[in-house]
């Protein structure tokens, strides 16, 4: 769907006016998406020996046996770190024909069906599965952050089928690559990789009729959905395996820099730094999804309207990093322009990363100046 620029305020204010059940920015939807050319990674750059537990996340390829024969795993096993500690002690070291070569697809489908099988079927809440989100799911998403070709993980995240796991996928993906970006080590980052996994974990309290509902809430319908946050926090506070701060994240995600958020209308520094960035990676792929109610808007609006809310609702430094980070990505890859023309991404302006510098049939063409043209969706 390719939006005019001058269409772009009004849809998205369209839709938060419409369907605002789900913070101030739920718009939702991406044109269609490119896989790059492997310049994006996440995590960890580079094609160096693996270490044992960076096989975590994956599934085996074949049967692994000890020396005498004992089958110790079977094909198509997840490799938790229980797993590899089982190896280890066996003496038995991993090669890369050992696992499966998943693709991007198999593992998305791999993790929902993990979260699946962890939840069951939790409408009433129940208690949290932390040892499967810790052994299972979590490696899942820390192998997707490193996989070459992060951006082809958008387009299976963003369906609207199982969106629940898709968008607590996508939502604990992001908040990691950001974190990422901003240098946290990795402790804190598995701490906001769990974070932003579990913080929309309140919805279960809701009903799904309200989540679901594809006009728009009434007062009474919105509150109810507001209270997905001090829901969640009730659940999560005194859960053995949770911490405080992954607590405070399922309460402060919809609070905002400039005090509109909820549930407290919380300002700046009020709000826990793990708050501020599960809020943008929660805003960006609400923005992309795909929702019964929500019109798609194309990719580079989703950054742009991140970028303008760096300076009102989103935290700024945060901000910046997430969007240096994903518009790397997309450097040498194809995007539309506004103009209709087909552009490749050259180089970015660091103070403005979507504004970056193009090249449209041999012209080079800064966006940061030229601000009649701008870039829409990849190609
Ligand atoms: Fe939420």
Redesign the pocket.
Known sequence: MRLLLEDIGAVISDVCTYFPQ??VLNTGGIGALKRNNGNGSGDDKGSGRLKPYDYAGLRLSRDIHNDTGVLLLSARTLLTYKEIELLIRQNIALKAGDVKQATTVQLIDDAIKEINEAFGDKEDGGPIPCDSIHDRIVPMIVQMSRHACLTSFWEHLILHDEYTSRHSIGVALMSRLIGKAMGLNEENLTELTVAGFL??I??VGIPQEIINKPGKLTTSEYERMKS??TY?FDMMKNTKGITNRQALVALQ??EREDGSGYPYGLKGDQIDPFSKIVAIA?VFHAMISSRVYKKPIPFYTVLREISRQAYHSLDAAASLCFLKRVMEMMVGNKALLSSGDEATIIMLNPDDPVHPLVEVNGRYIDLSKERSVQLECIV
Do not use: A, I, L, N
């Open positions: 789900d913070g913080h929309d309140g919805k997905h946050t969640g995600h919809h929660d």
